[in-house]
């Protein structure tokens, strides 16, 4: 089943959800009052467009019957000359509401667009010291070259300020059916003003090579024979679906949720609550990864200035892909259409955007007990809510998982290509893959903005740790364990690292109620604990990508402070995100606050992983901790077959 953009829209006497996403129609009326509003020239371009969310306070407080506000944030670019504002549109009143007029020297610039590929190539090819350096490589016919436009960072270059700028690396394609990332021109780096359409410059290294041998991973003289021993398995489900899609909610198993989506973000999820004794306790009010950054920890002119903010700069959700029933998703699958904008303000449905579906993850509980005779084993199950986007090179698969239990888990699945270029042996920082072609190490860093509303809107956070407790009174025999309890204050102490070794987590608590115990009712962000930002805190990524030097953040709930890095992060000089959010060390114990996690991966790319690179997984966990009163679960039927899965006297039986 394929759920069609406008779902949960509102009909008849119901309005649209204040959360609901952006329809097609909502963002033709966007353009149509931009145009109204004299805001649009044939050199206009449209990015980051977004429904601009009401007040929490607000939603909350919605009755369902009378609409609020919809409000759309789209970033304008001049191309002719280059210019960018900022501007809020009221759908409502058919209005524009606020304009920001931002100066591209101190701010950035916007994303890429669409059409800055061919203009790249088209200028690029056109360049005689780009051509005499391909030629040296043995590259003499051009119209085979694949040209990359990648985003240039921020490296001090004075031409740069204030125009929009590529740095170009290019591949050799030998025909149409093989891909080109096996033969990179190697040693070739053009960087590119896209503003003066110009090149600026052209570097060169020593790598003088084009890599010969295929990467075409589907051709049978690289992968060999297909295997004829591998059985299909299939799932089904023969009484149907256990969850609903009703008004744009997902419910299931007490679980509640409003799935979004947006061409920045890509999925995100509102309202999630779990109902408890009849009644819906929230613990999310939304959730999204708001940035990833990619840094290449090569230092030579080739990857040097490789950090891509691939949301920021990309506009990740924009470049998901339509799902397949059996490949992305496997069972009883439900597909949700998404609507994006593209860089003329025309709408865009993407779909089977979002795949939903539910999956059997092995035991949930099992006890033999010595005493009764009996033996009674439950499974558990996950909601499985998910997307996949595809930037260049690299796929990544974001999958949020709803568990039984009250479990939430986010993970990342990353595979695709790695990122190529020739080697000849000499670079400390690269591994070899096939015979002068290598890759350099590099970092997938994300950042998961989560508003948590852990049983309303007054939380607290606190850093737990295990501690060893030394031999002496009270502690006799020296075997005594400890935990460490830590309240962060305020937005300063709330920057904190994970420590795997001290089985370090952060507790996110109300300030409101208790369980049954006394206790505070809470979940706990359970962090993988993997390397942030392995960069030096002088270097121009740090100041970038400072969100990634830290895997913990709590700032104060505020409507517009969505972007870990800055709202405009490409050529963005840093300092803008995260730091600017927590300058004034605002207090978050008992208030609204929202959690920044970074998680990611640190890659030293293998042979393996050539020419396509089997799935690696990075994610995090939040578990609820005190906000039950018991184990949720106890009430899973023992579905069993064909005799269910128990031994012995049952209760029920006795």
């Not at 790695?418 to 860093?445: I, M, N, T």
């Amino acid at each position: 089943m394929t759920i069609p953009a406008t779902s949960g829209t509102g009909s008849g006497t119901t309005a649209a959800h204040p959360l609901a996403m952006l329809t097609p129609g909502e963002i033709d009326a966007t353009r149509a009052v931009l145009e109204r509003a004299g805001l649009v020239t044939a050199a206009t371009r449209f990015s980051y467009v977004l429904l601009r969310e009401p007040s929490k306070e607000d939603v909350l407080a919605w009755d369902g019957k009378s609409p609020l506000p919809r409000e759309v944030s789209v970033l304008l670019t001049e191309l002719e000359p280059l210019g960018l504002s900022t501007v809020v549109v009221d759908l409502t009143a058919g209005e524009v509401v606020s304009r920001t007029v931002l100066d591209p020297a101190e701010t950035g610039v916007g994303p890429c667009l669409d059409e800055d590929y061919d203009l790249v190539e088209e200028i690029v090819k056109a360049d005689q010291r780009w051509l005499d350096a391909v030629a040296k490589r043995g590259v003499h016919d051009v119209g085979n070259v694949r040209v990359v436009p990648l985003t240039a960072g921020v490296f001090g270059y004075e031409d740069e300020v204030g125009v929009r700028v590529y740095r170009v690396l290019a591949f050799y394609q030998p025909d149409k059916e093989t891909p080109p990332w096996a033969h990179p021109v190697g040693g070739v780096i053009a960087h590119v003003d896209v503003t003066g359409r110009r090149v600026l410059r052209v570097l060169e290294t020593a790598v003088e090579h084009v890599p010969t041998e295929s990467g075409d991973y589907l051709h049978e003289s690289v992968r060999g024979p297909l295997r004829t021993d591998l059985k299909p398995i299939s799932v089904t489900q023969p009484e149907g679906v256990s969850f609903t899609w009703e008004d744009g909610v997902l419910s299931w198993q007490n679980w509640r949720l409003r799935p979004g989506f947006n061409a920045r973000e890509g999925l995100t999820l509102h309202q999630v609550s779990f109902t408890d004794g009849g009644v819906a306790r929230p613990i999310l009010y939304r959730a999204s990864v708001a940035e990833m950054v990619v840094n290449y920890g090569d230092p030579g002119p080739t990857h040097g200035w490789q950090n891509y903010f691939d949301l920021g700069e990309y506009q990740l959700g924009r470049l998901a892909g339509s799902l397949e029933p059996g490949c992305d998703c496997l069972g009883e699958i439900t597909y949700i259409d998404a609507v994006v904008a593209d860089d003329h303000l025309r709408p865009q449905v993407i779909r089977n955007a979002i795949c939903v579906h539910e999956e059997d993850t092995g035991v949930l509980w099992k006890h033999s007990d010595l005493f009764t005779g009996t033996s009674e084993t439950r499974r558990q199950r996950r909601l499985v809510v998910s997307y996949f986007g595809t930037i260049g090179n690299y796929d990544y698969g974001f999958y949020w998982y709803f568990f039984l239990d009250g479990t939430i888990e986010l993970e990342v699945k990353a595979t695709g290509v790695p990122f190529p270029s020739g080697y000849d042996g000499e670079d400390p920082y690269f591994a070899e893959l096939a015979p002068g072609l290598g890759a350099p190490v590099h970092q997938h860093l994300f950042s998961a903005r989560l508003d948590l509303t852990v049983d309303g809107l007054r939380n607290h956070v606190e850093e737990l740790e295990a501690a060893p407790v030394p031999m002496g009174e009270g502690n006799p025999w020296g075997n005594a364990i400890a935990r460490k309890r830590t309240r962060l204050r305020t937005e300063h102490e709330a920057q904190r690292l994970a420590a795997n070794h001290l089985d370090r987590v952060w507790t996110i608590s109300s300030s409101e109620r208790t369980n049954r115990l006394g206790k505070p009712t809470s979940y706990v962000l359970h962090p993988q604990g993997k390397p942030v930002l392995l960069v030096d805190e002088a270097s121009s990524i740090a100041r970038r990508a400072a969100f990634a030097r830290k895997h913990l953040w709590v700032t104060r709930y505020d409507r517009d402070e969505l972007w870990p890095a800055g709202y405009t992060v490409n050529q963005n000089p840093g300092g803008d995100g995260l730091p600017a959010y927590t300058a004034g060390d605002r207090p978050i114990d008992g208030e609204d606050v929202v959690l920044w996690h970074t998680f990611g991966l640190t890659h030293f790319v293998r042979t393996e992983d050539w020419p396509v690179m089997p799935v690696d997984h990075t994610g995090f966990t939040l578990k609820p901790d005190g906000f039950f009163d018991r184990n949720p679960t106890l009430d899973v039927p023992d579905l069993g077959a064909p005799h269910g899965c128990h031994g012995g006297p049952r209760k029920e039986d006795r």
